[in-house]
């Protein structure tokens, strides 16, 4: 309260989130983000810590944030369907209390044991046609990011600007563990996106579909299953940054 007596003044209206990523809904007012789950990678990509909660509240900017929307839900970091979601799905279903990282052990065996990787139908106009083209792709993983930021710093999407008014799209055609192994490492080498069985594009909307029940996630929370639909929201949500407002990259 001392803080602020010098800084915002205490009529200055913003709201301080005390949670991990995934759990802020839509807001009108600026939001100060304070990091309290096991990664939050919201607060990582912003360079916001427990420590400097009171300074970016005192005297932070404003950055406005484009979100994604899905099904009527808000995501700032990242949707994905796949392996991944299941894992989330798994992790949610049995959880009691608070989590670690060690907490998705037991859902990534369960996962990687009876997850049949169904073939997903991905719809999209990227965004540098000169005309609307809508493609469509069949692949097995789906990443979607707003911000190039995955868990346990994974850089699947590293090229994704959350002020761009687009969407950066990842997907994998193939579906079995040594793919997903394979993917992994292409990931961490940064080689990926050279592969043809690898197709990347930016988007403002998207479709997700499936013959089969898949599940999706946002911002590390269960979503729920497809099919969905997504555009971006540009300048949707605007928070509080530390020093200058620049774009979170």
């Not at 859902?107 to 997903?120: C, D, G, K, T, V």
Request: hydrophobic residues 40%; aromatic residues 8%.
């Amino acid at each position: 309260r001392g803080r602020l007596k010098n800084g915002r003044s205490l009529s200055d209206v913003f709201s301080v989130l005390f949670s991990g990523h995934g759990r802020y809904k839509s807001a009108d007012t600026p939001l100060a983000v304070l990091p309290l789950g096991t990664e939050n990678l919201l607060a990582r990509a912003l360079g916001l810590q427990p420590e400097n909660a009171a300074q970016v509240i005192h005297q932070g900017t404003c950055l406005r944030l484009d979100a994604g929307e899905v099904n009527g839900r808000l995501f700032l970091l990242m949707f994905s369907c796949g392996l991944d979601a299941d894992v989330v799905q798994r992790l949610h279903a049995r959880r009691r209390g608070h989590i670690s990282h060690w907490s998705y052990l037991r859902p990534i065996l369960a996962a990687i044991r009876s997850y049949r990787y169904p073939e997903l139908r991905v719809y999209f106009e990227p965004t540098v046609e000169s005309e609307p083209v809508t493609r469509e792709i069949a692949a097995r993983w789906v990443f979607l990011n707003n911000l190039p930021i995955y868990a346990l710093r994974i850089p699947i999407v590293p090229n994704a600007v959350g002020t761009d008014g687009a969407l950066d799209l990842c997907t994998f055609r193939r579906g079995s563990l040594p793919a997903a192994l394979w993917y992994l490492l292409g990931v961490l080498l940064r080689r990926h996106q050279r592969w043809q069985d690898c197709t990347t594009a930016r988007v403002k909307t998207i479709r997700v579909e499936s013959d089969q029940p898949v599940a999706f996630q946002l911002d590390g929370d269960p979503g729920g299953h497809l099919p969905v639909r997504i555009q971006v929201l540009p300048q949707r949500i605007t928070l509080l940054v530390p020093g200058a407002a620049t774009s979170p990259s």
